[in-house]
């Protein structure tokens, strides 16, 4: 079998760099501003995922898919304001009640999910307000956020290359034919250097560090493997066309969102 190769002099491929570099900048700066600016940037990229996953979720009827976006948005929204009011526990309970309002209020609609508009509170909404509590916490705070955010990155960048320049197995032909478990190892170990490098430069033990990076890689990647299942159901192969060279927001973001709230947990047993 043929060897896929990454080119570099590929269109394609330099409009990933340059999308991708742009978004590591807004997302640095919005990440050192913190505050007010990190809460709304979050919003942000929070709503432009929520319409991507109305449209990957497939509602029948215009009034579903104003359910699947007003759920998240409205969930996750609320609990980013009661975060950025230093009110965690109001913020847990929002989306709490969010999740079980969502399901309710979409039972209501002709043709409507109750378990797709609840799933997006928790798929969409946690993770989004998972990131503001992780930069507002005085134990965390900005470096723990970039950390988290060059480790999925690393994560997205090894799967790539090693999976675009060994090829071999594929890791879920059944899901996403492009993946290979080669492409997985490239991340682990992308993820497990800045994992390390990054812990180091915050004062964490470097070992820990790194298998910690290597672990959440794998969390990312599952969570890319849910995003391209949703993908697959809808018949698509982007989330959407927002960002060159990436697809949509989803695509971007599909391993923070699953990495983000498991990060949170295992920090929380750490430092709790």
Known sequence: MARARVRLGDPAFGARVASGLVLATIAAVAVLLGGVWF???????????????????????????????????AGGGAAILALAAGSTGTALAILCLATVLAGGIAALVPAGSPNRAAAGVLYLGLPCAGLVWLRQDPRFGAGVVCWLLVVVAATDTGAYLVGRLIGGAKLAPRISPGKTWAGLAGGVGGAATAGGVGGALLGWPVPPAALLG???????????????????????????????????????????????????????????
């Open 39 to 73: 809460a709304a940037a979050v919003a942000v990229v929070l709503a432009l995922a929520a319409r991507e996953w109305a449209d990957l979720a497939g509602p029948a009827t215009a009034g579903a898919r104003t359910v699947l976006i007003a759920a998240p948005l």
């Open 214 to 272: 290597g672990f959440l890689a794998v969390v990312a990647q599952s969570g890319d493997l849910f995003e391209s299942w949703l993908k697959r159901r809808a018949g698509v192969k982007d989330s959407g066309t927002l960002l060159p060279g990436h697809g949509g927001i989803l695509d971007r973001i599909d391993g923070l969102l699953l990495a983000t709230p498991v990060l949170s947990m295992i920090l929380l047993a750490w430092r709790g």
